[in-house]
């Protein structure tokens, strides 16, 4: 078997026409749906994220603003920001790049994002509505793996799901949201005994874990559905997932490609929470 695409990029390409059309809509009843992205140092990495956002923003015909900081910005000034952009009518959706110097307490500045305006779906408030089916924002990373299942006709009801990873950002929500759609779920992490005898018994693989090839092609079953979040660098320098992808996509019945897969997925669903930020503040 050859696994086929699932192809982030088109599915993108779609969700963002469709965002597109709806911000023209709002428009049109005098409301633009706008998102601040804050960054604080130089990360490189973070810098590359922000200004793919900010553009994806402005392709879509979002407002986007992006504030950037020295990295010796106080915890208090940052919080003053927040608290100013939580106050103004022009932005709904506000998103601090993580992660943040080591002086900044994320977590306290991620609390200080009003809940209406938590675009990523980091805070608790957020958390907590996902974990209890109420409306929210889903953190966009997850989120956007539920539109690529959702992209090929997946039903999750009844299948056995195993997530690998367990971050508050990706590996928990991920759970949460397959239970949500009635699979059955299994999180796996570094303490996991015996990963392959868990993913052997997947229907549906989601790969949250930062590392090269933590799931080769003999600790998938034949037909399963494999999701790569990971971002990785192989020995050339090249972007490469968790999934050894040649290998598995002789076993799999569809995959995610990395680069092309998951991470287009990510900004897309950033920009579906934003105009939805916009949407109910209008009350549309
Ligand atoms: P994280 O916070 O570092 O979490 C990694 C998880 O993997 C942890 O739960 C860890 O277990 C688990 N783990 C580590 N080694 C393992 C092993 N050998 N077997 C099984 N589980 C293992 O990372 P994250 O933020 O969730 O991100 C995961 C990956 O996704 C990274 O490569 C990140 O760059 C990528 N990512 C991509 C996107 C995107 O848009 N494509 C977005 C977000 C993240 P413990 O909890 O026990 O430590």
Known sequence: MTAQLIDGNA??????????????ALKAKGVTPGLAVVLVGDNPASQVYVRNKVKACHDAGLHSVLEQYPADLGEAELLARVEALNNDPAIHGILVQLPLPKHID???????????KDVDGFHI???GALMTGMPGFWPCT??????MLESIGYDLAGRHAVVIGRSNIVGKPMALMLLAKDATVTVCHSRTKDLKAQTLQADVIVAAVGKRDVLTADMVKPGAVVLDVGMNR?????LCGDVDFDGVKAVASHITPVPGG???MTITMLLVNTLEAAERAAGA
Request: charged fraction near 25%; include cysteine.
């Open 11 to 24: 599915l993108s390409r779609q969700l963002r026409s469709n965002v597109a059309e709806r911000a023209l």
């Open 106 to 116: 994320a977590q306290k500045v991620i609390e200080a994002i009003s809940p209406a």
């Open 125 to 127: 408030a957020s958390a």
């Open 142 to 147: 997850p989120y956007g793996c539920m539109k």
């Open 234 to 238: 192989n020995d050339e320098g090249k």
């Open 262 to 264: 998951v991470g287009p």
